[in-house]
């Protein structure tokens, strides 16, 4: 009996090291890199209910605009971080009718849509929105599009700082452009190296084809990003955009770090003396012949359409009088 007893305490030991061995890979890793763009990883990175326009408990900017659309409304998408920026134009604009969510999402028959960057373009590619906002496609976004027929018109419609996130008690606070790039190429390892303490760093990346991802690697000018397997067990930098961080996941677990002396606030954005700046681009196809598609952009570059992208956390692409 006492022999049993001990082999069952045993195999119970042993189950809850697994547990707690899996449960600790899940946390440190799996988690950390699990995939966001799944319908279910977006409603937790992104509360989208707090976004959609004529809720009256929406968290948008409101509008004055004295025009509705009428006719034939464009299909609106777009990437995440422009989520709020892109469903004040519908708010402002659209005709109240034209958008239907339910809830949980927004139906198919709706011209406010929400499906992320690599949904966007794809939509976008096969003619099922009319105009999306988001940053720079990839090389593979854009040549999709250019084998479905689309010819892709880029508009600026407001600017943006890619930044460079630690964890707040990090005590790194700037590195510079060279230094951010050294580490995604795997040349500097440990934070130690950069002033901080003696831990590996551990150089997160994004899922191909976002707009976060796409911009990184334009970031890197060609240099391929390289990444130490064990270094999970270290400290993480990431990158996103701005707003996406500052204005939406509003994470307190991290810092936006100042790059080359200079912190990514709307101030240094506007003035270009943060060195790691993008556009939002408002983009279509040049074939499509719906007439709202001029009007819509002409409302976005308006004092107004930039008013609205000044006051939802962005930096207008110009100032008007």
Known sequence: MKKLTKQLAVLIGLALGFAAF?????????????????????????????????????????????????????????????????????????????????????????AMQYTNTRGAYQSLAEGKADIVLCAKPSAEQAAYAAEQGRELVYEPVAQEAFVFIVNKNNPVDDLTADQIRGIYAGEIRNWSEVGGRHLPIDAVQRNAGSGSQTTMLGFMGGTPMKRDPLSFFGSAIGYSFRYYVAGIVQNGGVKMLSVNGVYPDPEHIADGSYPVTGEVLAVYDKRNDNPNIPILLDFMRSEEGQRIIAESGYTPVSTTE
């Open 22 to 110: 899996d449960a600790a890979v899940y946390c440190n890793v799996t988690r950390r890199y699990i995939n966001s763009t799944s319908p279910e990883m977006q409603s937790k990175s992104i509360e989208v209910s707090r976004y959609v326009p004529f809720d009256a408990n929406a968290e948008l900017v409101q509008s004055d605009a004295k025009m509705t659309l009428t006719g034939d409304i464009p299909v609106i998408d777009g990437a995440a971080a422009v989520l709020p920026v892109y469903a004040a134009f519908v708010q402002a604009v659209y005709p109240p009718e034209s958008v239907q969510f339910d809830g949980d999402a927004y139906a198919p028959e709706s």
